[in-house]
T-cell receptor, first 112, second 114 residues
């Protein structure tokens, strides 16, 4: 049973527009959420995170929103750039010494 | 500073064989975690080691084992390989002991079992 779900396998966006990647989770014990970006032939790279005590975290062009009641988080990229084209993974963890649980990923293509 | 390194980058093995994958963490990082990423899926947690002790284990059979050395590098061993073990094996290191938070991933080892 998937605890972290990314229901959109792929997303295509025009350069300069907003990219919105979505993630849903089922485990209400998750208290920390992360987004990773992965280019081909490279390992995932940490992008941005959010604690469950917050509902928004911003880092430059990247903003993550958390809606705990809906068990939903989203990653906004504004403005989108061709270099943002990659697979984006949502991940979550429980309190304490627990492993990251990843979603299946969403492939973002930013078209120039 | 060098990032997480893994060797080999690619490997082809036959069913029933065993394989050893290696990982060197970022200098100063004492925790190493291993993940398996099957095509079309997200990384799935296998093991986490901190200060040479196993701190976590995912839902993988006993054919999978790992260890961490005094220099904090790590090995992942898989015995009696099955076709379903074909995957990208990722190693991640972190400074803190928990497997969550600020993990830095290596490029992975692509294992193909034929």
């Amino acid at each position: 049973d998937q605890q972290v779900k990314q229901n959109s396998p792929s997303l295509s966006v025009q350069e300069g527009r907003i990219s919105i990647l979505n993630c849903d989770y089922t485990n209400s014990m998750f208290d920390y959420f992360l987004w990773y970006k992965k280019y081909p032939a490279e390992g995932p790279t940490f992008l941005i995170s959010i604690s469950s005590i917050k509902d928004k975290n911003e880092d430059g062009r990247f903003t993550v929103f958390l809606n705990k009641s809906a068990k939903h988080l989203s990653l906004h990229i504004v403005p989108s750039q061709p270099g943002d084209s990659a697979v984006y993974f949502c991940a979550a963890s429980n309190p304490g010494n627990t492993p990251l649980v990843f979603g299946k990923g969403t492939r973002l293509s930013v078209i120039a | 500073d060098a990032g997480v390194t893994q060797s080999p980058t690619h490997l082809i093995k036959t069913r029933g064989q065993h394989v050893t994958l290696r990982c060197s963490p970022i200098s100063g990082h004492k925790s190493v975690s291993w993940y398996q990423q099957v095509l079309g899926q997200g990384p799935q947690f296998i093991f986490q080691y901190y200060e040479k002790e196993e701190r976590g284990r995912g839902n993988f059979p006993d054919r999978f084992s790992a260890r961490q050395f005094p220099n904090y590098s790590s090995e992942l061993n898989v015995n009696a390989l099955l076709l379903g073990d074909s995957a990208l094996y990722l190693c991640a290191s972190s400074f803190r002991g928990g497997p969550s938070y600020e993990q830095y991933f290596g490029p992975g080892t692509r294992l193909t079992v034929t």
